[in-house]
């Protein structure tokens, strides 16, 4: 479905990308997996649009998607859930779930609303109250579920484990199983590898700009490498 190929990215005199590949297939769930500065954001941000690599390509389900404007990539089907949640506090719940649907032209939005509210029960009940006050782990579920109203093909999630209690993450994973029961391929990014390893089929581990090592989920669970620099195993 996605492919990246040879991606370089710069920030000024900053070689933060350097050389990165990946793939991810259709109906997968695949993880990027690294410290904070390794990358990973970055990756997801060039995939949007957002940043434009200086070298490589990108391909989505075999177009070429570098030079495409973000509000078109999110047309064709990838959407990004952000790091930090990136709600609007001033919104009711209600309101923040709608302004996903915004590019949207069916008939399905109801019943996708009430596919959200089944994953997130929580949202529901608290549908009416504005995005600011609503907890942190509250505020994840619902920027998770703001991008599902997107309707993505491709989903790609930053860091949302990111400051969530262990009992939160086992929540909103157990969400995302549910999503990827549903059909939709997601694109994980984590430093929480052992929450990423739980659901992800296939991982890249990186490093300032590089990744260092990839492999199928029992080959990055074993790997001495992964279990030391993330803390795994």
């Excluded at 006050?133 to 997107?150: D, F, I, K, P």
């Excluded at 969530?164 to 999503?179: D, H, K």
């Excluded at 990839?214 to 669970?221: A, N, S």
């Amino acid at each position: 479905m996605l492919e990246v190929k040879d991606l370089h990215v710069y920030y000024g005199g900053i070689h933060a990308l350097q050389g990165i590949s990946i793939s991810v297939p259709e109906g997968s769930v695949v993880t990027l997996l690294g410290a904070n500065g390794a990358g990973k954001t970055t990756t997801l941000r060039t995939i949007m649009g957002l940043v434009r690599p200086r070298v490589g390509e990108i391909t989505y389900r075999g177009r070429p998607i570098v030079g495409l404007r973000p509000s078109r990539i999110v047309r064709l089907g990838i959407v990004m859930c952000p790091e930090g949640r990136r709600i609007f506090p001033d919104l009711t719940v209600w309101e923040n779930l709608l302004m996903g649907c915004y590019a949207r032209t069916d008939t399905e939005i109801e019943r996708d609303l009430e596919w959200v509210f089944s994953l997130f029960p929580r949202l529901k009940e608290r549908r009416r109250q504005a995005g600011g006050t609503l907890s942190g782990g509250e505020q994840q579920m619902l920027a998770v579920a703001r991008a599902l109203m997107a309707k993505p093909t491709l989903l790609l999630l930053d860091e949302p484990s990111l400051g969530l209690a262990p009992v939160l993450i086992t929540e909103l994973y157990n969400a995302f199983r549910q999503i990827h029961q549903e059909g939709r391929t997601i694109l994980l990014v984590e430093q929480n590898a052992r929450a990423a390893l739980s659901i992800a089929e296939y991982g890249y581990v990186l490093e300032t700009g590089r990744i260092v090592t990839e492999g199928p989920k029992d080959e990055l669970v074993s790997s001495d490498l992964v279990k030391a620099y993330l803390g795994i195993g």
